[in-house]
C-alpha cells in the first residue's frame, strides 16, 4: 500500500485548535442572539406595527438566514471533519467481498458519509466496478451519496426539525437500498461501455495520513466553499418562503399540493428534475408551501427530485454508461421517489 | 524541469487546481510543464478515485480535493529536491 507524503504537523496547531474553540464560542453567542435581535430589528427599531403582514414576513426573514446560515456554517463543519475519517478508497476496501443485499444496505449507508463530488462519479464508478464491486452495489453508493446531500440535510433540520430530516434520511437510503438491489437483479454488465472493463490498474489504493490540524483546515475549506456558493440562494429562497409565508391564505395550497390531488407526486417529480444542485433554494420555499397545506409526502418527493436526478450527473455518468441503462438507472430512482411520495402522504 | 500533470474531466475543481498550480510555478520562478489529463483510462492509471488528482514528476501528490496554492508550493519544492 501506498501512502501520500505526511503532511507536517506544523508549531501552529496550537493556533488552529485556538480558532476553532473562538469560532464555536462565536457561534453559539450568535445563535443565542439572532431570535431576538431581529424581533429587535422589526419592532423596536423599524417600529413596525404588530400583527402586519409585513411586519410578519420580515420578522419571519430576519430570524430564518442568520439561523439557516448558521446551522448550515457549523453542521458542514462537523460534518467534514467526519468525512475526512472516510475516503472513496476506504469505503471500496469497505465494500469488497460484500454480497449483493447487504452490500447495498453498506453502500448506501458509506454513500452518506465518503465525501462525494459529482465530477468524480466516473473514477469513482470504474474503481469500484474493478475492484469487484458488483453493479447494483456501485449503484447503491451513487445514488445515496448525491441524493443525501448535506446542504439539504441541515435545512431541513433547521427550517422542519429533527423528524423530518431522519425522514430524509431513511427515504434517501431507502431509494438507493432497493434501487440499486433491482438495477442489480437485472444483470446489465453489458451496458457499462466496454473500456471501463478494460482498464488496469494497480490494485494498491493510495491512503492519506492526516493530522487533527489538517482535517480542520479542510472542513473549514469546505464550509467556505459551500457557504460561498449557496448563500445567495438560501437569503433569496427565504425571502420568497417569507412572503408566502405573510401573504398567501392558509389552506391556500390544499386543492393542488395536498394528499387528495394524487397526480401531484409526480409533477412535483418531474419539476424537480431541473432544479438540480439547488436544493438550498428549494427548501425554504417547500418549507412555506407545506405550510400553506402542501403536503409533506409531495414536498419530500420534490425535494428528493432535485437532488437525485440531475442533468449533469447523467450528462457525467454516459461516460461510462450505455444509454440503456442510464436510462434503466434513472427511471428506477424516479420511480422509487414517487413510491416513496405516496408513502409518506398515505402515512402522515 | 517539472511535469505537473492535472487530472480530471475538466470540472471547476481541475480548472481551479490547474490555476493553482500555475500560480505557485509561477511564484516559485520554476520551470514546469503543466499537462491537463481529461481522458478516464489514462487518468485511472494513477489509480485514484476522485478528482481532481495532482501528479509531479509521475508521483501522485493529492486526489480529490483542491491543495492551497501553500501546499502545492511545498509539493513543488519538494519535488525539486528530489530531482
Known sequence: MTTLPQLSNKPTAHKTYWLVALGALAWIIAYQIYEPLAEWLVYGAFRLPEDSRLSESLAFFLADVPKILLLLSGMIFIISIIRTFFSPERTRALLGGKREGIGNVLAAALGIVTPFCSCSAVPLFIGFVEAGIPLGVTFSFLIAAPTINEVALVMLFGLFGWRIAALYIASGLTIAIIAGYIIGQFKLERFVEDFVWKIQSSADATIEKLTWENRIERAWGAVREIVSKVWIYIVVAIAIGAGIHGYVPQDALVGIMGKQAWWSVPVAVLIGIPLYSNAAGMIPIVSALIEKGASLGTALAFMMSVVALSLPEAIILRRVLKPQLLIVFFSVIGIAIILTGYLFNWIM | ?83
Request: charged share 25%.
Open chain 2, 1 to 83: 524541469m517539472l511535469t505537473i500533470k492535472i487530472l480530471g474531466s475538466g470540472c471547476e475543481n481541475c480548472k481551479r487546481l490547474a490555476w493553482l498550480a500555475e500560480r505557485a510555478v509561477n511564484h516559485l520562478g520554476i520551470e514546469a510543464q503543466i499537462i491537463k489529463v481529461t481522458e478516464y483510462p489514462e487518468i485511472m492509471k494513477y489509480n485514484i478515485m476522485s478528482t481532481p488528482g495532482l501528479v509531479i514528476n509521475e508521483k501522485l501528490v493529492s486526489a480529490g480535493r483542491i491543495p492551497s496554492e501553500a501546499e502545492i508550493t511545498t509539493f513543488l519544492t519538494d519535488a525539486l529536491e528530489r530531482a
